[in-house]
T-cell receptor, first 113, second 114 residues
Framework: AQTVTQSQPEMSVQEAETVTLSCTYD???????LFWYKQPPSRQMILVIR??????QNATENRFSVNFQKAAKSFSLKISDSQLGDAAMYFC??????????FGAGTILRVKS | DTGVSQDPRHKITKRGQNVTFRCDPI?????LYWYRQTLGQGPEFLTY????????KSRLLSDRFSAERPKGSFSTLEIQRTEQGDSAMYLC????????????FGEGSRLTVL
């Protein structure tokens, strides 16, 4: 069974600085998708960024980028120029094909002004 | 269309009562998922549908839980004889039937069992 591990229960960052959230996963598959989702307090979960495993290039979305290390099964999220609105719970997730998403336990990100 | 909607947003019930949650997915999405999330944890998969067919159920979905998606549109999740351990946020998500299909989540239905 696939598992997703987020080893940082909580992280803090100063506004305008950079923070990296860690994620590792376990799979025997070669073709899959990885995601970072953001869940603000009392609000719905939204997709931050997606990475296809067959692509070597790391995905980027504005201030958000990933460091995808397929051999190491590592998928970290870097948030640059952190803003107060980035404060949320961040979940790393794995998906193979059309199947279900498997989530990690999450990392709470606090942004200090 | 404004996204995935769930109803009710919060339900308080006494142990032993039955509860039902409803999810209305984004209209063109043929896949619908139910997840359960307890405080401070990641969502745990319960079940999913492609159109009206229920394709997979987690072992978390005991015989007290039943989910339906008649006509492949909205879905309901019913919990019979609720227990305090059922207290959680129940999340619904929908997606297109694509390998790269992003899941769009609703705001969730929070269940409190007293």
């Amino acid at each position: 069974a696939q598992t997703v591990t987020q080893s940082q229960p909580e992280m803090s960052v100063q506004e305008a600085e950079t923070v990296t959230l860690s994620c590792t996963y376990d799979t025997s598959e070669s073709d899959y998708y990885l995601f970072w989702y953001k869940q603000p307090p009392s609000r719905q979960m939204i997709l931050v960024i997606r990475q296809e495993a067959y692509k070597q290039q790391n995905a980027t979305e504005n201030r958000f980028s990933v460091n995808f290390q397929k051999a190491a099964k590592s998928f970290s999220l870097k948030i640059s120029d952190s803003q107060l609105g980035d404060a949320a719970m961040y979940f790393c997730a794995y998906r193979r094909g059309r199947n279900k998403l498997v989530f990690g336990a999450g990392t709470i990100l606090r942004v200090k002004s | 269309d404004t996204g995935v909607s769930q109803d009710p947003r919060h339900k308080i019930t006494k142990r032993g009562q039955n509860v039902t949650f409803r999810c209305d997915p984004i209209s063109e999405h043929n896949r619908l998922y139910w997840y359960r999330q307890t405080l401070g944890q990641g969502p745990e998969f319960l079940t999913y549908f492609q159109n009206e067919a229920q394709l997979e159920k987690s072992r978390l979905l005991s015989d007290r839980f039943s989910a339906e998606r008649p006509k492949g549109s909205f879905s309901t999740l019913e919990i019979q004889r609720t227990e305090q351990g059922d207290s959680a946020m129940y999340l619904c998500a929908s997606s297109r039937d694509l390998n790269t299909g992003e899941l769009f989540f609703g705001e969730g239905s929070r269940l409190t069992v007293l």
